[in-house]
């Protein structure tokens, strides 16, 4: 679980419709909690629209 500091940030990106990409992760990281998040280079929600066979696989 992320520290509530980096939920903040995660919130100000999504209300100010703000979007993280990189062809390598994303390493986010609190130096006052010392909480590291790892972010993949494609968001879930995107991946899942453009493979929604992927999807039905994790179902079963």
Not at 34 to 45: F, G, H, I, Q, W
């Amino acid at each position: 679980m992320t520290c509530v500091h980096l939920q903040e940030l995660y919130q100000l990106c999504q209300e100010n419709k703000l979007k993280l990409s990189s062809s390598d992760l994303i390493h986010v990281v609190c130096k006052q909690c010392e909480k590291e998040d790892v972010c993949p280079s494609v968001l879930v929600d995107q991946y899942q629209e453009k493979h929604p066979e992927a999807d039905e696989h994790s179902a079963e």
